[in-house]
């Protein structure tokens, strides 16, 4: 969580669940040898059912500035976008034509809390796109699908001459507050970093450069 230590989001297959954690194993015993025991059908107190997928979960993203507010990703082609008191998502995207979705995030602009964007990535992280919302007070309402606009897209393809398939990002990390997104391609031994250009508006923000950073 962003703000609260004590609580954790995580997702268990096809489930995403919320744990705070001073409320979990109260009156219980437990140790390291003997932990809890908690089945996804039959939470036990402190763990809270946030929704699911058709598919097994890959990412998940808390939103800094709207702490309640949480996007998963999956293999089953979609994001969704939840809030944690409420029993459904408040909508459902397919950003990448119904492939899977390995990596989802909220971007905050630095200073501007209400400037949030979505970067959402493909089948193996190579496929990146920018979401954002058509206007603000959108975003504070549930809002549907339509309402997103995908507003630029980075295809990283391997090169003609390689013969073998290095077009592979098997992490994406981001740093908001530097403006940065970092993939990371362990065939290549090799980092890139792509800079965000936070604009006026979240429609403006843009990815305007790439660096290759190549490690040991």
């Known amino acids: 969580h962003c703000h609260k230590q004590e609580v954790l989001v995580v997702a268990i297959g096809k489930c995403v669940l919320r744990i705070d954690t001073t409320k979990v194993g109260k009156g219980e015993v437990y140790s390291a040898e003997e932990?809890?025991?908690c089945p996804v059908?039959?939470?036990i107190g402190g763990v809270q059912f946030v929704g699911k997928h058709d598919e097994?979960?890959?990412?998940l993203s808390m939103c800094q500035w709207?702490?309640?507010r949480l996007v998963s990703a999956s293999k089953d082609?979609?994001?969704k976008i939840w809030d944690d008191r409420k029993p459904l998502p408040l909508f459902v995207l397919r950003p990448h034509d119904g492939q899977p979705v390995n990596s989802v995030t909220f971007l905050t602009a630095p200073?501007?809390?209400?400037h949030i964007?979505?970067?959402t990535a493909g089948p193996q992280n190579r496929e990146v796109k920018i979401w954002a919302l058509a206007s603000e007070e959108g975003w504070l309402l549930?809002?549907?699908a339509e309402s997103w606009q995908c507003t630029q897209t980075l295809d990283l393809k391997s090169s003609a001459e390689t013969r073998v398939e290095v077009a592979f990002f098997n992490q994406v990390v981001d740093l908001s507050q530097a403006g940065l997104l970092l993939l990371a391609n362990a065939k290549k031994n090799a980092i890139y970093a792509v800079h965000l250009e936070y604009g006026p508006n979240p429609v403006a923000t843009q990815m305007d450069y790439i660096a290759e950073f190549t490690v040991t």
């Not at 097994?56 to 990412?59: P, S």
């Not at 200073?111 to 209400?114: A, G, K, L, V």
């Open 35 to 37: 932990p809890l025991k």
């Open 41 to 43: 059908d039959k939470l």
């Open 56 to 59: 097994e979960v890959t990412d």
């Open 66 to 68: 709207m702490t309640t």
């Open 77 to 79: 082609g979609t994001i």
């Open 111 to 114: 200073h501007r809390p209400d």
């Open 117 to 119: 964007i979505l970067i």
């Open 142 to 144: 549930p809002s549907d």
